[in-house]
Structure formats: structure tokens, C-alpha cells
């Protein structure tokens, strides 16, 4: 799953070196952090938040039937 959102964010990310993936497995889910350069957080998410949302249900769809669910986080490298 990782792999789709690295393959997704990177089509719009200009510092595609910078952006840093982090999976950590949680109780009933797992959650993939991706930390990104405050210059690209606005193209990564789109208008209204729409790529981040279609990212989402990517990863959703994507996901097989009686898994752990995944969940996106989306924000600014420190």
C-alpha cells in the first residue's frame, strides 16, 4: 500500500528527494504518515483537498476485504 502512495504523491510533489514515508501499525489499523516540503503540502493536496481525498479512496479501494484499514496523514516536514 505504501507503494501507491509513494507512486501517487510523487506525480505532483516538486521535491520528490525531500518527501519522507513513515508506516506504523496501530491497534486495528495502520497509518502512513507522509511529511512533505511546506511548497508542495498545496499541490499534494489539491484544491479543497480533493487529491488528498481521492488518495484516500485509492488507498481504500485498495485495500483487501477483512484487513486492517489504512489511514493517510498528510503534513509539513519539520
Do not use: W
Amino acid at each position: 500500500m505504501l507503494e501507491l502512495v509513494k507512486y501517487v504523491v510523487e506525480q505532483f510533489a516538486e521535491h520528490k528527494d525531500a518527501v519522507e514515508y513513515k508506516e506504523e501499525e496501530k491497534d486495528n489499523c495502520i497509518e502512513i504518515t507522509v511529511s512533505l516540503e511546506d511548497s508542495d503540502m498545496g499541490k499534494v493536496i489539491g484544491k479543497q483537498g480533493k487529491i488528498a481525498k481521492a488518495l484516500r479512496t485509492l488507498v481504500k479501494a485498495a485495500t483487501p476485504k477483512g484487513a486492517k484499514k489504512y489511514v493517510v496523514e498528510i503534513k509539513v516536514k519539520d
